[in-house]
């Protein structure tokens, strides 16, 4: 029966301690996620803002 105890314990332990260091790795994926939104807007605007400028010039041209 202590064992069991014993046992039990040791595993509440482990979950707490884990509970941690997912939080972390929560954390760095959603910093990552957050960091490819930022190229992935950066790239489209300078995409847009070149296609737009494109047009100006034709439009304006003449």
Request: with cysteine; net charge positive; proline share 2%.
């Amino acid at each position: 029966m202590r064992h069991l105890f014993a046992s039990r314990r040791a595993s509440l332990s482990r979950t707490a301690s884990e509970r941690g260091a997912t939080a972390v790795e929560y954390g760095l994926i959603l910093a990552c996620i957050a960091a490819v939104i930022v190229v992935a807007v950066t790239a489209l605007g300078t995409a847009t803002a070149g296609a737009i400028d494109g047009v100006l010039i034709v439009w304006t041209a003449p």
